[in-house]
């Protein structure tokens, strides 16, 4: 069994914490740099595949390409973290009703992969 996300973020804010304390410090864009990304992967705690349960995380990426069913849409190209914009492609533009897991392949309205509950 691996272990959960909550674990592996508060391995990355030990890290970041024990850097600062070791000889011959971190830069600061460092340590801002790793901070972000702590960031980024919170706010991806309460995004989960409908079908799968699977999370998606900062590094993320799907592409805004030639879309058959569920949405027919001749896409930009434009490769980004659709959770980013919310389903907006920051290429083109075009509002994304449905996203296909990165996992099981499946597709769910985009909406329905925002959770209330955290982990």
């Known amino acids: 069994m691996l272990p959960s996300p909550k674990f592996f973020r508060r391995l990355l804010k030990l890290t970041v914490v024990f850097a600062l304390f070791r000889k011959g410090n971190m ?41 058959g069913p569920p949405e027919y849409f001749r896409g930009c190209g434009t490769e980004w973290n659709t959770f980013d914009t919310r389903g907006r492609c920051p290429g083109c533009g075009h509002h994304w009703a449905w996203t296909a897991c ?18």
């Open 27 to 67: 830069p600061s864009d460092k340590i801002e740099a790793a901070l972000r990304e702590i960031n980024d992967e919170s706010k991806f705690s309460r995004i989960r595949c409908p079908q799968c349960k699977w999370r998606p995380n900062a590094s993320s990426r799907w592409i805004c390409g030639d879309g």
């Open 102 to 119: 990165l996992w099981c392949g499946q597709y769910s309205p985009h909406e329905d992969w925002y959770t209330s509950e955290e982990d």
